[in-house]
């Protein structure tokens, strides 16, 4: 997985770097199998209600998914992203509330709510991130699925240790970013170092990471089973090497 999407609050770094932020941190390789898993996910659950976007930013999987037929709601704390999304094609047809995605802000019941790009780590405390499980669950109808992504505590550490790593974004901008890793609070922070059209940017966010076995607690502790876990949006086996999976929740019938 490649950077995380962070969305502070308003007034933080995504509505500061809005405009820039399908450049840097576009993820066109991990884009493709997230909308075709999705799409699977809310095809099998028959389309009964629309599907839900926690974090849905600029609309990098939720255009796509809506391009499929599918009823794509979303929820971001950025209105600055959001308006990114306006100016897509199409971006104008999902519903958008600005919120707290941990409080699942909206009204109705949904197939599947969903977060990627490790945007479930973006919420500060095990109160808010147990929050969000609970609200997500009460806007799901019997059968229907939270699916989230996240790092393996482990593999996020071995990584950081390796130190920075260097990626490209789209236009020829340059993109360096260094984790650093603080166990004792199940913290960890990425600084972006970003050069664009001859200026360098830096970026700042710290997430709250958890392990696939607090997850299914605080996940069992809402009313939701694990349904499914794999190590990547492709859906390939999670296993003892993999650097994050992708995991499926559903409300019992």
Not at 94 to 100: C, E, H, L, R
């Amino acid at each position: 997985m490649t950077a995380a999407s962070p969305r502070p609050e308003p007034g933080g770094y995504a509505e500061t770097f809005a405009a820039f932020y399908d450049v840097w941190f576009g993820k066109p390789a991990v884009t493709g199998p997230t909308v075709d898993t999705l799409a699977g996910l809310a095809n099998g659950c028959g389309r009964t209600a629309p599907v839900l976007e926690l974090g849905v930013g600029t609309g990098r999987v939720a255009l796509p998914l809506r391009a499929r037929g599918i009823d794509v709601h979303g929820v971001d704390g950025s209105p600055g992203m959001v308006e990114r999304l306006r100016e897509k094609p199409g971006g104008a047809d999902v519903p958008v509330t600005i919120g707290d995605f941990a409080d699942v802000p909206v009204e109705g019941v949904f197939s599947v709510i969903y977060l990627t790009g490790g945007t479930f780590a973006e919420l500060p405390s095990q109160r808010r991130q147990s929050d969000c499980f609970a609200a997500a669950a009460r806007h799901l109808h019997p059968g229907g699925l939270l699916v989230l992504d996240a790092h393996v505590p482990e593999a996020l550490a071995l990584a950081a240790e390796r130190g920075p790593q260097v990626t490209h974004g789209a236009g020829g901008s340059l993109v360096v970013r260094h984790r650093t890793v603080d166990p004792s609070a199940q913290r960890y922070t990425s600084d972006y170092v970003i050069t664009s059209g001859g200026r360098t940017h830096h970026v700042h966010v710290t997430f709250r990471y958890a392990g696939p076995g607090e997850l299914d607690l605080m996940a069992a502790a809402a009313g939701l089973r694990l349904r499914h876990r794999w190590g990547s949006w492709s859906g390939t086996p999670f296993a003892r090497d993999s650097a994050y999976h992708v995991s499926v929740y559903e409300r019992p019938a």
